[in-house]
């Protein structure tokens, strides 16, 4: 079935782009089912993918200043597994293990096909409101408004960025709909895709927290290169960095709770 997956993503996505209705008087419940449908595609094409992808972390608070710096290897197989290997560390030994390592445990949950579904933006998850339309990254897109209906720890809230041509997420501006610790007192990420082909992957993620306690903790990940393979094509290979903001959607981003 993986063989004809990859000219059922193309077939559908023509499909798709000409049988659901003008893309001027869809409301925001429309435009993500549409996203929804071309997420799915894309999800039965996508055999596996990988990146190495940098870690970067700073506090500055009541303790003083502290940085640490993980370079990890980020292997996906379908339908759901992430295997995550620490290639090189620095600096603090403390947020290394007990931030950027519970970070990566956060993200091979949230990616188990339950916890995907669970916390999957679409309307039946979120109330959602179009708030209205914006260039980005030389795209036209619409601007939505997400607030989870359940608040969980892999939940979002806040707007998203979605290619009025692709129906994919380009960018997720918000904060967690939850707080993962007691000791969190804010916490607000801009998050950011690229495109391989037909998938778009993460490609920035920028998160600033501040603490109960005292201090601001900046967390910035580049997801760097990725290897792909995907159904019915060759392995290929894309710099995240050098696409930018231009995403404009996420094989796994849209399905994802959290950005990772």
């Known amino acids: ?13 023509a499909e798709l782009g000409s049988g659901l209705g003008s893309a001027q008087t869809m409301n925001a419940d ?3 089912r549409r996203v929804m449908q071309h997420d799915a595609m894309r999800r039965d094409a996508l055999i596996r993918y990988g990146s190495e992808r940098t870690y970067e972390m700073d506090y500055k608070g009541p303790i003083g200043v502290r940085h640490a710096r993980m370079q990890v290897r ?5 339908p759901d597994s992430k295997k995550f290997t620490v290639l090189s560390e620095t600096g603090s030994t403390v ?18 096909e339950g916890n995907r579904l669970r916390s999957m933006l679409s309307p039946e998850n979120d109330r959602l409101e179009l708030l209205g339309e914006e260039m980005f990254a030389g795209e036209k897109t619409w601007v939505l408004q997400v607030t989870p209906k ?7 809230k ?25 000791l969190m007192g804010s ?30 903790i900046t967390l910035s990940v580049d997801y760097g290169q990725y ?16 696409h930018g903001a231009g995403g404009r959607g996420a094989v796994t981003g849209v399905a994802v709770s959290l950005p990772q």
């Open 1 to 13: 079935m993986k063989r004809m997956a990859w000219v059922v993503l193309l077939l559908g996505a």
């Open 30 to 32: 429309e435009i993500v």
């Open 74 to 78: 980020m292997d996906y197989s379908a």
């Open 95 to 112: 947020f290394c293990h007990q931030v950027i390592s519970r970070l990566m445990e956060g993200e091979r949950e949230g990616a188990l």
């Open 150 to 156: 359940d608040e969980n720890r892999f939940n979002y």
């Open 158 to 182: 806040g707007k998203v960025w979605v290619s009025e041509q692709d129906f994919v997420v380009m960018r997720i501006v918000g904060a967690p709909a939850k707080n993962p610790t007691w």
């Open 187 to 216: 916490s607000n990420f801009d998050y950011t895709y690229a495109k391989d082909g037909e998938f778009w992957l993460p490609a920035k993620n920028h998160t600033v927290s501040r603490l109960r306690i005292g201090g601001e």
């Open 227 to 242: 290897e792909v393979v995907a159904a019915g094509r060759p392995s290929g290979v894309i710099s995240a960095a050098n």
